[in-house]
């Protein structure tokens, strides 16, 4: 649909920018901080991601807060470390560890920037996952109690809320991401064990923030792409529906209708991979509301039928935006019609605004986007960081935003990754997303200085217009 004229954006609009705290805090076993399977991960062979440092955002917030300010965000989603206010999971609470989330959020709020939160990103405490982590029912009760303890300490500032990052890219690249520790090593029907508890653990999270905090509003935070068939063959269209099914509806349907999608489950039948469901787990994931649907985009993905042989499993794309083909399913397909970026992701800016679209027509809840962005090799040359790409690439997703809203999706927030450069989930800190340079490499940590790059300063033309200066 063209429009003759496009719609602004709401005033209160959330223009934002993402971090994770793994990836930006650094201070990994500072303060009685416990150890997350994600800070094991540093250890595996390879050695490329270290996570000790990182951007130091955990002694740095202060700078760092005041240059959010400066960049006019009016949101900064970031997540909380689990292991900062329980060491261990479910054990004592660590004071020190609340402080901190205490300090950063009233530095946010002083600032005018609105915290949005996200209580789990892939940092699962190393201790509840040495004692199964997600296979074990305990740790359900162990994200509950967390849950309890941040409602009841931060929920007087704190508005938005987000369960989970990504746990459709835990269960289905865990393994890559380093994120699910000893127990993502598990497959199969453990593993969709472990997707089944993530969901009632985020259900009572749901349903606890609710009861204590009757002013804020919550929702999960999935990576979604919209699955494209490779033709119009309509034995295209089905192994497109059937990969979206696996997926993405079944993690949205259960977010948000509290069922699971009958493809998928279908799907996981045929494997025999379907999660044991204890009585009174249906009842408890129905009756968990979210207020919104916050999601992570970054791609399309698009495939084709199966060929019922091994030439089904061709790998696209790359890190978490893969597709890998199944047999008797379907296969990943290249689009001619989208660039890739130096990572193998397909580029689409056009799929965000279908993405979008289709999230509103399947839910009718507020979106809110709480990744999105292009990692690059950026270069610090003569204290500046001319990132022309990133601005171009952001630039075409808002249109796409704007465009989504014209056709009336309520869009409320912005968030793209990321707020601040950090380590990246597979190329360590060499690949960068931030409007905010850190100066440091792999091995020289130099004084992790932060330099504003030429898309902050896009950015914060575009927040200063409340979006307007997008079509000038
Ligand atoms: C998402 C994760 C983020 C982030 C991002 C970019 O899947 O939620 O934590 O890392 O992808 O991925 P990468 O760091 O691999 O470039």
Redesign the pocket.
Known sequence: MQHEQLAAFPEDFLWGAST?AY?AEGAWDADGKGPSVVDLHLHRPEGVTDFTVAADHYHRFREDVELFAELGLTAYRFSIAWTRIVPDGDGEVNPAGVAHYHRVIDALLARGIEPVVTMY??DLPAALDAKGGWSERSTIEAFERYARILFQEYGSKVKHWLTI??QN?MILHGKA?GTTGRSGQVEGRELYQQNHHMFLAQAKAMALCHQLLPGAKIGPAP?IVSVYPATCAPEDVVAADDWDAIRNLLYLDLAVRGSYHPLAWVYLKAKGWEPEILDGDLELLAEAKPDFLAF?Y?STQTVGASRGDASDIQVRGG??QVVRGEIGLYRAVKNEHLPVNA?GWEIDPVGFRTTMRRLWDRYRLPLIIT?N?L?AFDELVDGRVHDDYRIEFLKLHLEQIQLAISDGVEVFGYCP?TAIDLV????GVS?R?GFIYVDRTEDDLKQLARVRKDSFFWYQDVIASGGDSLSS
């Open positions: 994770s990836q990103h892939f990052n990504e890219m991401i990576n992570n970054y890190d978490q990572f990744e962005g990692g990754w990246s989930t597979h190329q690949k997303y």
